[in-house]
């Protein structure tokens, strides 16, 4: 990893070299219309975005979180494929085996162990990735939205609007996060959707601080003068000028926090608050299983754990790559 | 001076905004009458009116906000049922044992994040490097219940090493209340009266929670102290402290991470501030009877005058924290500038 951006060469980041001349009337058509304008703003960002990918292929760690997410998308996508669930029943419950209601060891009839009541580790295991997964996305995407939305408008206007949305900010980030969404979720009573709206409500407020302060740096830059100078308006400088120069911290950030939110979801449902007992989340498999590791049974704490380990290990591994990538200064 | 008496007065209205945020939540999030009740099942109409009255419940939420402003003026924080005290007497009560937690658990992690940081830095690349960086990352992903319930199955249900992981002592409550300290800080208290018995017991029973709070943050301590040693180390002046002749072994001690250690300290400092807050998870796992547990019980009960003291309590150690932090690195760093 020599090479530093300013020192791209064509070839290197992967550039089609320029016809001479010859180019036919389809082409010209595109270049001048709609389409070949936004094939212009485009291709820049695809060389870059190649380069950053040829960068992170470079690096151990990061191909190792590529490959971990990769697994976790396609078990959460069709975890069906991978243990079937009963017909006509919540396929998020473990199903129950009454038949063998003790503990059984990882063997063939349960790879990974069971539970009790013969509920399988392993069918858990694969289910509790997609409530995992989708859990996260939705927690990140909406706090990403507004957090950026909030920063962007506090950094961009400053002033009474940026010192207004800064003090909710501080006041959010000095909140015990953990303790309210304890509060709120045990209010609205125990499940998923309680624990989502809860952390949502507090999620934001580290973007929020973090666009901020990107947003005061790029604002200064010439080029912004020069778009407001050629008649670009507000929203306009906003989207297309500064937004872009400035979301590369958040985008590590969101990526390491789809880790950190399944953290917090699997610590409240252990604590009680997430997902019900009897649920394929794996917080609630630990919390389950805790007090048969005094008589012997590891299993039902330990495989639980390491799939929550696995999974954020996955977005960490991924946002340390993504880190060295995106940040200029990082690139070696 | 007049830096941190501003400083300070930003604490105000930082307190009053989370006060406010978080009694609206908490009220909006539900209707705390019947857990006010010893037996919500068979609670009378006539109880419900009393308790209604009692906690001023029929008021707007603004003028409730008022009541228990008020209050906290005048030094009262409420009552809190979780722990069937004044909130304020129980805070001071949970207060050293999550206190004790923090401190040694801070121990370990600056013990063996600098070291790992460093050298991780001066190897960089090398196959420590590497192993460091993902031991780092691994400290930061690991849930910190099932780590807990991990140790406790290996040195106190298979090697038998740890003791029982309930509470901070295996003596009775009875040998407490007869040692001749009473802070509540039981290393002091232990030590002050000379029990050592006691004092390795209380000790063996902190090791275990220690070591898994301190697991995240040695991971995040790690990641800073290679970092900034890293920057230090392509500085001019360790060229020139190389080029004196200075061997190897002072110019990383005495040249590198002293200067490396500045941003790391603000790091140790935030860290440290946020295990103060109470770790709930931990604590809950070797069920500890520290702030984490207590403020936990008190979530789930809705317990609203532990979850405002707390709140509050929280808030300002979280602007203490940075402040001081803030100053500490004025002076280790005198081109920072306060202002």
């Known amino acids: 990893m020599s090479s530093k951006p300013n020192q791209k060469t064509p070839e290197k980041s992967g550039a089609r070299p320029r016809k001479d001349g010859g180019e036919d009337m389809i082409q010209r058509m595109l270049r001048s219309g709609p389409v070949g304008r936004i094939g212009l703003a485009i291709k820049p960002r695809i060389k870059e975005l190649k380069f950053s990918l040829h960068l992170m292929s470079k690096s151990a760690t990061s191909i190792a979180g590529v490959i971990l997410i990769i697994l976790l998308i396609i078990l959460a996508a069709f975890p069906f494929f991978f243990a079937h669930p009963q017909s006509g029943r919540d396929p998020f419950l473990i199903p129950k085996d009454f038949s063998a209601p003790i503990p059984q060891a990882p063997g063939s009839k349960y790879p990974l162990g069971s539970m009790e009541n013969g509920a399988s580790i392993y069918y858990g295991i694969i289910w509790g990735s997609r409530i995992s997964m989708a859990f996260a996305i939705q927690v990140v995407v909406v706090g990403v939205i507004m957090g950026t939305m909030l920063g962007l408008i506090a950094g961009y206007k400053g002033g009474v609007i940026d010192e207004i949305i800064m003090r909710l900010t501080d006041i959010f980030l000095s909140i015990p996060s953990l303790i309210l969404i304890m509060a709120v979720a045990a209010a609205l009573g125990r499940g998923l959707g309680a624990t989502k709206l809860a952390l949502i409500a507090v999620w934001w407020s580290g973007y929020t601080r973090l666009i901020r302060g990107q947003v005061l740096s790029v604002r200064e830059n010439s080029y912004i003068d020069a778009a407001r100078a050629s008649g670009s308006g507000d929203l306009k400088i906003m989207f297309r000028h500064i937004l872009p120069n400035s979301w590369a911290p958040v985008v590590v950030q969101a990526t390491m926090d789809m880790g950190s939110v399944v953290l917090v979801l699997a610590g409240l449902s252990y604590l009680g608050l997430g997902a019900p007992s009897g649920y394929a989340e794996w917080g609630v498999m630990v919390s389950d299983g805790q007090f048969f590791v005094a008589v012997g049974y590891w299993w039902m704490v330990f495989f639980p754990g390491m799939a929550i380990l696995m999974f954020v290990l996955a977005f960490n591994l991924m946002g340390d790559g993504l880190r060295d990538v995106l940040d200029p200064k990082m690139r070696r | ?339």
């Open chain 2, 1 to 339: 001076m007049t830096y941190i008496t501003r400083r300070l007065l930003l604490l105000i209205p930082v307190l009053i905004g989370v006060s406010i945020l978080t009694f609206t939540i908490l009220r909006l999030a539900g209707d705390p009458t019947l857990t006010y009740l010893q037996n919500p099942e068979r609670a009378t109409p006539q109880q419900i009116a009393e308790i209604r009255e009692k906690y001023h419940l029929d008021e707007p939420l603004y003028v409730q906000y008022y009541y228990w402003l008020d209050g906290v003026l005048h030094g009262d924080f409420g009552w809190s049922k979780t722990a069937n005290l004044p909130a304020s007497q129980a805070l001071t009560m949970k207060f050293p044992a999550t206190f004790e937690l923090a401190v040694l658990a801070t121990i370990f992690a600056v013990v063996i994040g600098i070291y790992v940081g460093t050298t991780s830095a001066v190897r960089v690349n090398s196959i420590t490097d590497q192993s460091s960086r993902v031991i780092a990352l691994v400290g930061v992903s690991i849930p910190v219940f099932w780590l807990g319930i991990m140790l406790i199955m290996v040195f106190y249900n298979r090697l038998g090493w740890a003791p029982i992981p309930q509470g901070q002592y295996t003596f009775t409550d009875f040998d407490r209340a007869s040692l001749k300290s009473q802070t509540g800080f039981l290393l002091f208290d232990t030590l002050w009266s000379r029990d050592w018995n006691f004092f390795l017991d209380h000790l063996a029973h902190l090791i275990l929670p220690a070591v898994t709070l301190a697991f995240a943050s040695t991971a995040i301590i790690i990641r800073m102290m290679r970092s900034s040693m890293l920057e230090v180390l392509g500085a001019e002046y360790v060229k020139t402290a190389r080029s004196k002749g200075l061997p190897e072994r002072v110019v990383i001690r005495k040249h590198a991470r002293r200067n490396a250690l500045i941003p790391t300290t603000t790091v140790i400092g935030l860290s440290f501030g946020g295990l103060l807050g109470g770790a709930v998870l931990t604590e809950t796992v070797f069920s500890w009877p520290g702030l984490g547990q207590w403020s936990a019980s008190a979530a789930v009960n809705l317990d609203t005058a532990a979850i405002m003291a707390f709140t509050l309590m929280t808030a300002i150690i979280y602007v203490l924290a940075n402040l001081i932090v803030d100053i500490v690195y004025a002076y280790l760093d005198p081109r920072v500038r306060l202002g």
